[in-house]
């Protein structure tokens, strides 16, 4: 139990445009998910707390209107990194899980998002 | 931000030697987590220890936890060459926010 599917794995795109990054829980219902980034060789990074129903909770220094959440439902949530720029470019992974202090989280597979 | 430090940030060994894994930590938490992730890949959860727990096992793996020192180890006896990837603790801050650790690259050479 506890499978989170991200979807795409893989996406490149142009500098300007828009990609929107899809995180859902297929066994189980959260109501928070969290949404990372991952630099190469580096650790993974909070960027936001999904909340379903209402506005996420983005970390400090993590530019909203750039970093769009929408978490319209119980299995999914989504991330749209608006205006890319080639900085942009990353590894973005999310998570959630159904019992946090009895089972950890589950991760997504990540999604590597080059913007050229 | 980071909560805390691995060491050794990279670690080479072979097979059947046992690996150690250090992490530190800054600030009060409810458990530590430790996570595996292959290259490109996400991330696997691997064993959860408490903040009222000393020590946890779970097959080759062996978790401590001194919260008055803010550290954790992850041990992996009889290591494969399977076990090759990075290991990260995680801490939640009291708000099931996870915070990462900066890693430990393992290599297990057959």
């Known amino acids: 139990g506890a499978v989170v599917s991200q979807h795409p794995s893989r996406v490149i795109c142009k500098s300007g445009t828009s990609v929107k990054i899809e995180c859902r829980s297929l066994?189980?219902?959260?109501?928070?998910m969290f949404w990372y980034r991952q630099f190469p060789k580096q650790s993974l990074m909070l960027m936001a707390t999904?909340?379903?129903?209402?506005?996420?909770?983005?970390e400090q220094g993590v530019e909203k209107d750039k970093f769009l959440i929408n978490h319209a439902s119980l299995t999914l949530s989504t991330l749209t990194v608006t205006s890319a720029h080639p900085e942009d470019s990353s590894f973005y992974i999310c998570?959630?899980?159904?019992?946090?202090?009895?089972?950890?989280?589950?991760f997504g597979s990540g999604t590597r998002l080059t913007v050229v | 931000s980071q909560q805390g430090e691995e060491d050794p940030q990279a670690l080479s060994i072979q097979e059947g030697e046992n690996a150690t894994m250090n992490c530190s930590y800054k600030?009060?938490?409810?458990?530590l987590q430790w996570y595996r992730q292959n290259s490109g890949r996400g991330l696997v959860h691997l064993i959860l220890?408490?903040?009222?727990?000393r020590e946890k096992h779970s097959g080759r793996l062996r978790v401590t936890l001194d919260t008055s020192k803010k550290s954790s180890s992850l041990l992996i006896t009889a290591s494969r060459a399977a076990d090759t990837a990075s290991y990260f603790c995680?801490?939640?801050?009291?708000?099931?926010?996870?915070?990462f650790g900066t890693g430990t690259r393992l290599q297990v050479f057959p």
């Open positions: 220890i408490r903040s009222n727990e």
């Open positions: 066994d189980f219902q959260a109501t928070t």
């Open positions: 600030t009060s938490i409810n458990n």
């Open positions: 999904s909340n379903e129903g209402s506005k996420a909770t983005y």
């Open positions: 998570s959630a899980s159904p019992s946090p202090t009895a089972y950890g989280y589950t």
């Open positions: 995680a801490t939640d801050k009291l708000s099931d926010k996870l915070i």
